[in-house]
């Protein structure tokens, strides 16, 4: 099978929904309150911050590992993040809305609380289902993200085969990415869910090994920011999806 010689994906820096998010689930309001549809919730001027911090990391790179293209997620966080961090470097860029977040249909704008109180039925549904392939009513479940990635790569695969690709998204194609790139299994998937929070403008990567096969080099890393300076999310400020 065609490769490619590394891939990257960052998540989005710090949006202001990840702000309204925090605040309603730590005050356990059933809404979020968000202001904008989800394709346009901009980022938060701490996301601006780490966006320009991700832009430092890459432009720190060796030539031989920068990035030869990139991909970007059409919603506004994403592609903003990706215009801070790119700007200067001559990186071709294009938008693929297989990289937008997860729908969440009708429990969008929900807290985790705001799900079991308004629709308990669902949150029954989703518990007895199962995270991985539990589908809200006019969404996606973790399986259908699965099915857009797939094709999203096997296209990069085709058409930049042995070059380096950095992607801008979300927090569930970080993990989704992770299950179809390593082939794990629908067990490992949820276990990495439950053991980590996947951070604004982190990094996960992979180069191909002596075979040719991509390999995980780096994973939700954000010492980048650390290291230029920029105020990292801490963990219960980052939003997870309520379901």
């Excluded at 010689?5 to 309204?20: D, F, Y």
């Excluded at 911050?49 to 432009?59: I, M």
């Excluded at 704008?109 to 995270?131: I, N, Y």
């Excluded at 439950?194 to 996960?204: E, F, G, L, P």
Aim: charged residues 30%; negative net charge; glycine residues 10%.
């Amino acid at each position: 099978m065609a490769e490619l010689a590394a891939l990257w994906i960052v998540r989005h820096g710090e949006s202001t929904a990840n702000v309204a998010a925090a605040h309603a689930e730590s005050t356990g309001a059933e809404l979020i309150g968000l202001s904008h549809r989800d394709a346009d919730v901009p980022l938060s001027p701490t996301g601006e911050d780490q966006a320009r911090a991700t832009g430092r990391w890459l432009a720190g790179l060796p030539p031989h590992r920068r990035p030869d293209v990139a991909v970007v997620s059409p919603y506004l966080r994403a592609v903003r993040t990706a215009e801070l961090a790119l700007d200067g470097t001559g990186v071709p860029v294009s938008r693929d809305e297989r990289l937008r977040d997860r729908e969440l249909g009708i429990l969008d704008g929900l807290t985790a609380h705001g799900v079991r109180a308004r629709f308990p039925d669902e949150a029954a549904r989703r518990t007895r289902l199962g995270k991985f392939y539990y589908r809200p009513p006019g969404g996606e479940a973790w399986t259908d993200v699965a099915l857009r990635l797939r094709a999203l790569l096997g296209d990069l695969r085709r058409d930049h085969e042995g070059e380096r690709v950095l992607l801008f998204g979300h927090d569930a194609l970080v993990f989704m990415l992770r299950y179809l790139v390593e082939g794990l299994t629908e067990e490992e998937l949820m276990a990495l869910t439950r053991q980590h929070v996947i951070a604004n403008c982190s990094i996960t990567g992979w180069s191909a090994d002596d075979t040719g096969r991509l390999t995980l080099d780096v994973f939700n890393d954000i010492g980048h920011l650390h290291r230029q300076g920029a105020r990292p999310t801490r963990e219960d400020e980052v939003h997870a999806e309520p379901v």
